[in-house]
């Protein structure tokens, strides 16, 4: 099998760790006391924000856990899941989560005696999986675990793309030759090098995918040295590291363009930008920390007097949403940073006014002008109008 | 101006109930047999107590063909009671005529207040199949019954009585009534008839009560209490319950009297002393000798003004009904296999200027419900089960309010718990506060929610002495488990990884059986200890002869820990739980517990031999209490 493209120069041998590891836990059974692992606490309480960083890190917390009654399955399925994971890195063969749920199933079957490891559902194995990667400090990635790629569509007329192939070889993609088709990042954004064939201004970051597809089919990457891209949601860890590549290799400006709601600026800007409480040893490699947020802001709705929605207090999913931003003020250490004040007002904003905008609302200034959201796009970047 | 003036008309009671009716009740087919029923059995329940008469009730309900309606059916409604009966001339008031009741007003725990119901079902009865109530009855001084229809003539307001004829009648004496009308039979679930019998029959012990219901087989149920409850005369009303007008027509049955005779003998509360403090807060003087009737309206305002801001002594709480513990223990095991329960009667307070007496019984059946569902919810006022508009209710605000996990039950946040369990909750009072007329939903103000959330956590402190011991049952089975399953394979997957020899193997499987033998021997420890404690409560209680009465002691030590665990929750929510957890493992020793027991219910006959059925129940099924609990235990 080839060798699988690397993440990061990574100085551990994670099969030699995975082997200490588990040596350690056999001779604390047999001196008859209780093994301990620890993996870093990847969770909001224990996340930190230096806007010099630029990303989330972790801080001090650990989780611990001891053998006893309770925690003897949890035990008895990491060092399982461990040795599938050595497998792979020793033949190195690629799974995503989904099939290391099904490859544990599959052990199980052969093999009554691990019936009681059998995963009831994949949350239970991914649980697993993330508590492996916490624990011995690597990405999943590296642990040749990949998740499906998703978002990161990318248009471009100057943007050349060159992959480095596992045997060696490379190829080089010019998103200009593509036509109609996006060039689409792999979850390993690590083993391409870009080149701009000509200065490229800026890049588009759009929430929505079929928006971006939109100002791409209007004509915006021919008349714009521009790179646009669809994020689909909140950003894939594919995206996340494509955005840091393009930011690191081409240096330009980035700006995300996304609805106006406490849900798109914590789940989907945030995690762009800073990364997210539970990849909290990732987000080095997968935040693109100098993304600007170019709107919806609240001076958009007054200026282009933009449709808004009120939140319907009595709908569960949008009180959840106006408590989230509540609690995102009182705990997300990104949102508390003075670097981020403006951003933080803008949730203050949506608390108060209870209002959401989505990014589309910009095609009701002037319907009759299919390019206007494009001009209103191009004339906040001028006029600085982002955060 | 003038034309205007002209068109206005006045309506009859009657006629403007005829055009509300889902006001009181009758807004569906559905809800309409519900109300009928119901409307029937509490007029029979209020007069068999009235006459300190045990009642014995006949109820049918069936089809009996198609409704005038496109979605309904012709139902009908049959209650027979032994109460007193009444004499010809009352039939057309009693069933015909609105407000036309004997308790309107007087400020006593009958289930019946204003005179509407029964006669709205007469109307609801006539509008649908065009012919209101048959009535059959007999008193005691009757030699034949009468039996007649009565209508209501809407235009009038008054009840027209029609095919009156005397018939022989088996029984001494008693009312039949027949209702034929449109409507839908439910019998499951909030809204359903068999819901509603079961609570009526659970807050009646003194209740014997045989229904048919469609197609089913007659169910007979016997009392399990051989005392009508007494209800409690009404006390004089207190002056803070009142409003400025109220005030001064309750002022005007007083005529000549001079005033302040009048506020000492028409008012409870109202002593020498607090004239005096009425005097001190601005009160004149010389209002105190003047008749009454010769007070103006600005004196009886500035009066009524001091009298509003003087603070004075609570209402009484005599005039509240209860049904009391031992009848309600009593009562519970008559719907079903119970696992077990356990009830709690509250003193009477002070909720809102109004006495009102709190009751609770809470209980896990053995084929109702299940760990997935939420708990069965039984309502009551004035021992009426309230079966609509739940959510809005200040029994389920209060039910919503506790945190049940703390007890040992599943709950979702501000939601019910969930569970195979039935709560029954009574709230009796003579000014029971109703959102509207169809009595469906108690107003929820806080003190009142705080007063029944007080009596739930008291109840629910007893429930939880049952459900921890099953815990830590379960949690016992989980862990011996766990070591057989999990403690060879994590050596075996080590070994592997590591390439360790055999003995490496044998020694590390010793020591990992030596670390979780450990751990066993700590859950057997505490399985012990909650057994111990558990049976020696039941020793207590079984030599104290007190299996459903209240041992006072007992009850201020869990009353005080349900205070202790509301002032907690008010410094700190998050850690009242904790707390309360905690304290309850601590204090299981001294905490009254209500078990379900053989030979302990006093009466002979059917309840006892079914007591007994279900105490060899109760000790029979650990299996399947064990699985219960492991799976609740998995869950979490």
């Known amino acids: ?285 997968f935040s693109a920390p100098e993304v600007h947020f170019l709107g919806v802001l609240p001076e958009d709705v007054k200026k282009w007097d933009l449709d808004c929605y009120k939140v319907n207090e009595r709908d569960p999913a949008e009180a959840r949403s106006l408590k989230k931003a509540k609690d995102t003020l009182a705990n997300d250490p990104f949102f508390q940073d003075k670097k981020n004040r403006k951003l933080a007002e803008v949730l203050e904003w949506l608390i108060k006014n209870k209002l959401r905008c989505e990014q589309q609302a910009f095609f009701a200034v002037d319907p009759r002008d299919p390019l206007k959201t494009e001009k209103i796009i191009l004339e906040k970047i001028q006029k600085g109008s982002y955060i | 101006m003038a034309k205007t003036a002209k068109s206005i008309t006045s309506s009859s009671t009657a006629e403007y109930f005829a055009k509300n009716l889902q006001q009181v009740g009758f807004s569906s087919p559905l809800k309409a047999v519900l109300t009928t029923l119901k409307e029937a059995v509490d007029n029979s329940l209020d007069a068999c107590e009235e006459s300190g008469i045990l009642p014995e009730l006949k109820v049918v309900v069936r089809k009996i063909g198609a409704g005038a309606s496109k979605t309904s059916d012709l139902v009908e409604i049959v209650v027979e009671d032994n109460g007193p009966g009444l004499d010809a001339e009352d039939l057309p008031k009693v069933f015909g005529e609105y407000l036309a009741s004997s308790k309107f007003g007087r400020g006593q725990c009958t289930r019946g207040q204003q005179g509407i119901g029964i006669s709205a079902a007469t109307t609801w009865a006539q509008l649908t ?83 048919t219901l469609l197609d089913a087989e007659p169910v007979r149920i016997e009392r399990v209490s051989d005392t009508v409850p007494e209800i409690p005369s009404a006390t004089l009303p207190h002056p803070h319950t009142m409003k400025l007008g109220e005030f001064i027509t309750h002022a005007g049955l007083y005529g000549k009297v001079e005033f302040g005779k009048f506020l000492r003998s028409g008012f409870s509360r109202v002593t020498d002393e607090t004239l005096k403090a009425l005097v001190k807060n601005g009160m004149s003087k010389s209002l105190l000798p003047l008749p009454t009737n010769k007070l103006t309206e600005e004196q009886f305002k500035s009066a009524f003004q001091v009298i509003s801001k003087t603070e004075m002594q609570s209402p009484s709480t005599r005039s509240v009904l209860t049904v009391g513990e031992e009848s309600l223990a009593k009562s519970i095991l008559r719907l079903g296999d119970v696992d077990f329960f356990s009830v709690v009667t509250r003193k009477p307070r002070i909720c809102d200027f109004k006495p009102v007496v709190v009751e609770v019984a809470l209980a896990r059946f053995l084929n109702r419900g299940s760990e997935d569902e939420s708990i069965q919810l039984l309502r009551f006022a004035n021992r009426v089960p309230l079966q609509f508009d739940k959510s809005a209710c200040a029994i389920t ?240």
Request: aromatic letters at 6%; hydrophobic letters at 35%; proline letters at 3%.
């Open chain 1, 1 to 285: 099998m080839e060798k699988v493209i690397r993440i990061r120069k990574l100085t551990k041998d994670i099969p030699k760790e995975v082997r200490i590891l588990c040596d350690a836990m056999l001779e604390e059974l047999e001196k008859g006391n209780r093994p301990v692992l620890e993996a870093i606490k990847c969770s909001l309480d224990n996340s930190f924000y230096n806007p010099k960083v630029g990303f989330l890190t972790p801080g001090d917390k650990r989780v611990r856990t001891e053998l006893n009654v309770s925690s003897v399955q949890k035990m008895a399925r990491v060092v399982f899941m461990l040795e599938i994971l050595l497998a792979n890195l020793q033949s190195g063969a690629v799974n995503t989560k989904r099939e290391l749920y099904y490859i544990s199933k599959g052990k199980v079957k052969k093999d009554p005696k691990l019936k009681a490891l059998d995963f009831g559902d994949q949350d239970e194995s991914d649980s697993i999986i993330d508590f492996v990667g916490d624990m011995l400090e690597v990405y999943r990635e590296e642990l040749n675990c990949f998740a499906n790629d998703r978002g990161g569509q990318t248009y471009s007329q100057q943007l050349v793309v060159t992959e480095t192939l596992p045997d060696g070889t490379k190829a080089v993609v010019d998103l200009s030759t593509l036509g109609t088709t996006p060039f689409q990042p792999k979850n390993k954004p690590q083993a391409l090098a870009l080149k701009a064939k000509k200065k490229i201004d800026f890049c588009l970051v759009v929430e929505s995918e079929g928006t971006a597809g939109t100002l791409v089919a209007n004509g915006m990457t021919k008349r714009h040295n521009c790179i646009v891209m669809g994020a689909q949601g909140v950003p894939s860890n594919g995206v996340r590291g494509w955005c840091k590549l393009i930011q690191e290799q081409i240096k330009v400006p980035m700006f995300f363009f996304g609805d106006l709601d406490a849900y798109t600026l914590q789940n989907i800007y945030r995690t762009l930008k800073a990364g997210s409480a539970a990849s909290l040893i990732r987000n080095a490699d």
């Open chain 2, 129 to 211: 199949n065009a012919s209101g109530v048959r009535v059959t009855s007999k008193t005691k001084g009757m030699r034949k019954a009468v039996q007649a229809v009565i209508d209501v003539d809407i235009k009038q307001n008054k009840g027209l009585m029609k095919a009156k004829e005397t018939i022989d009648w088996d029984r001494p004496h008693g009312t039949r009534v027949e209702f034929r009308i449109d409507g839908r039979v439910q019998l499951n679930g909030d809204g359903g008839l068999l819901t509603y019998l079961e609570g009526t029959t659970l807050v009646n012990p003194h209740l014997t009560i045989e229904y």
């Open chain 2, 397 to 636: 605000a209060a039910v919503e309010s506790v945190n049940w996990r703390s007890y040992g039950l599943a709950q979702s946040k501000d939601s019910l718990p969930s569970g195979p369990y039935v709560f029954a909750i009574s709230i009796v009072s003579p000014f029971i506060k109703f959102k509207n007329a169809s009595k469906e939903t108690i107003d929820a103000s806080d003190e009142l929610v705080e007063e029944i959330r007080r009596a739930l956590m008291q109840a629910g402190q007893k429930l939880s002495r049952h459900i921890r011991r099953e815990n830590k049952e379960a949690d016992l089975e989980r862990k011996i488990s766990h070591i057989e399953q999990f403690g060879p394979i994590l050596v075996e997957g080590l070994v592997r990884i590591v390439g360790a020899k055999e003995s490496r193997k044998l020694k590390a499987e010793e020591g990992l059986k030596k670390l979780l033998g450990r751990d066993t021997k700590e859950a057997q420890k505490d399985l012990s200890e909650a057994e111990l404690r558990l049976n020696a409560l039941k020793e207590r209680q079984a030599k104290a002869g007190l299996l459903f009465s209240a041992r006072r002691h007992e009850e201020v030590a869990i009353a005080d820990e349900v205070e202790a665990e509301v002032e907690a929750e008010g410094e700190d929510g998050s850690d009242a739980e904790n707390s309360s957890a905690s304290r309850g493992t601590d204090k299981r020793g001294t905490a009254k517990l209500v078990e379900v027991k053989a030979g302990t219910a006093k009466d002979a006959g059917k309840g006892t031999a079914k007591s007994a059925e279900i105490a060899t129940k109760g000790t029979g099924k650990v299996a399947g209490t064990e699985k219960r609990a492991t799976d609740k235990t998995a869950r979490k």
